[in-house]
C-alpha cells in the first residue's frame, strides 16, 4: 500500500476519534512521560462550578443595645472564641464513615390458568358450524386455551464502605442565621497518581470543637468526593468507544 494513502487512513481515523475521546483523551497524551499536574491553589468562590448557598433563614430581630456591660448579647463565650467563624477561616473536617448495608430478595411466582369455550346448543344453528368449519370442528368444543407460567428471581446486595482521613478547608461564605458554608480540597500525588479529596457542606458555629474540627456527619448538605486521575485510574476505566456503544446499544 501507498504510504501517502496509510498517511490519509490514519489522518481520518483520528478525525473520528477525535470528537469522541474529547478532551480527556488529549489530556492523557499530554501527561505521557510525566505524573499528572497538580491544580494550583485558587480561590474556591471564583470556581465555575461554585455557586452562593442560600437556604431558609430565620426571622432577624434588632440587637438592643447594652452601654457598659462586659457582656455582649449574642457572644458565645466570655473570652473571645478562637474557633472559626468568618469568611476565609481554616477549619478541619474530620471524615470517618464506616458503612454498610446487606439486602436480600427472592421473589417465586406460579401460574396456571384453563379455559374452554363451546356451543352445544345454540337454537339448532350449532349443526351449522361443521358445514362450515368442517367435520372436524365439534360444537360443544370450539375453543380450549391453556396457560402456565413460572418465575423465580433471586437478588442479593452487599455493600461496605469505609473512609478515615482528615483534611483542612476554609469558610467561604457566612449565612444570615449564622451558620457556615465550608468547602474542603486537598490533593496528593503518589509517583503517577494523583488523589484528589473534596469536601463540601454547612455546619453551625456551635458544633465547631474547641480544636477548630468539624466531624462531616455534623455537614448538611455535605459533599465527599474521593477521586483522582494517572494512570492506573485510567486502566481501570472504560474506553471511550466502550462506552459510548454501551450507550446506544440496546441489546
Sequence with gaps: MDRSVRWVKWLVVLLISAPLGGCGMFANLADVGHPPPMTRITNPTTQ??????SMPMPPSYPVPAAPDSLWRR?????FKDQRASRVGDIITVLVNINDGATLKDQTTLARTGSESLGVPNLFGLEAMIPRVLGKAVSPSSLVSVSGSGNSTGNGQIQRNESVTLSLAGEITQVLPNGNL???ARQEMRVNS????????GICRPQDIASGNTIAADQLAE???????????????SPRV????LDDIIPF
Design 48 to 53: 465555575p462550578s461554585w455557586r452562593p448557598v
Design 74 to 78: 449574642g457572644a458565645r463565650a466570655f
Design 181 to 183: 458554608v465550608v468547602v
Design 193 to 200: 497518581e494523583l488523589q484528589v479529596l473534596t469536601v463540601q
Design 222 to 236: 455535605a459533599r465527599i468526593s474521593y477521586g483522582g486521575r494517572g494512570q492506573l485510574i485510567n486502566e481501570q
Design 241 to 244: 468507544g466502550q462506552q459510548v
